[in-house]
């Protein structure tokens, strides 16, 4: 994982990101990893679906982006985007309430699985902002360095000449991509905020929020291609 050559990565991510795989904080976590692994415990996601949203979604095509914090701590679940489970998995409750928002805004049917792979290949850049965790353990990966990582991740998004929409849900992505230029401060990028998707926030704000719609209007009043929110069968 010190060098960007070493992971699975689209290609236009590499050179972007390569003074950060060189990092010492990089290395560090590394190190911290391999510590983790060597004393039997379980990392989810796997090794090679750490940088998966970074894999699916290339930088030249990013035009939404959805911010998590840490992957899911169940086993089987978390495979390298937020909010998605792998297919088989009962969706958890803020997709399902994400799921709920979707059919209230767009009229789509909530789909029978939580894979959501078909949002990252549209350039629905699914991040979230710790990419390990151990299993059963909540945040347990919080503060090693992966923050500083997607940082600059979102950073390369904002530096974009395109018109990308930036969901935040909940203080803490609102807090993590504060520094993002919207259209009102004459930046180029819309922000849409809410409460978290979470069975204890989302009447607060996030349902109803017609966040889908919202950013398929600014897509497409700025001649990029909507997004197709619809999940197909996984």
């Not at 049917?109 to 959501?116: C, D, E, N």
């Amino acid at each position: 994982m010190a060098d960007a050559g070493q992971v699975k990565l689209h290609e236009s991510w590499r050179a972007p990101l390569a003074g950060e795989f060189a990092s010492p904080y990089m290395a560090a976590l590394r190190q911290f990893l391999v510590a983790e692994k060597a004393a039997g415990k379980r990392i989810f996601p796997r090794g090679g679906e750490w940088f998966r949203a970074l894999d699916l979604t290339p930088l030249d095509q990013v035009r939404v982006v959805i911010l998590g914090q840490d992957p899911y701590h169940g086993p089987g679940q978390a495979h390298g985007l937020c909010f998605s489970v792998q297919p088989g998995v009962r969706p958890p409750p803020s997709l399902v309430n994400i799921y709920k928002e979707l059919h209230d805004d767009l009229g789509i049917a909530r789909p029978g699985h939580g894979f959501l792979e078909h949002w990252a290949k549209q350039g629905v850049l699914l991040l979230n902002s710790v990419l390990t965790v151990e299993q059963g353990l909540a945040a347990s990966h919080r503060d090693r360095g992966w923050e500083t990582f997607t940082d600059a991740v979102i950073r390369l998004v904002a530096q974009k000449e395109e018109p990308v929409v930036f969901l935040l849900w909940g203080s803490y992505a609102q807090k993590k991509a504060g520094f993002v230029k919207t259209v009102e401060q004459g930046g180029r990028h819309l922000v849409l905020k809410s409460a978290h998707p979470s069975p204890l926030s989302a009447h607060n704000g996030f349902l109803g929020c017609r966040h889908f719609s919202k950013a398929n209007a600014f897509l497409k009043a700025r001649g990029r291609e909507p997004i197709d929110w619809s999940l197909p069968a996984a």
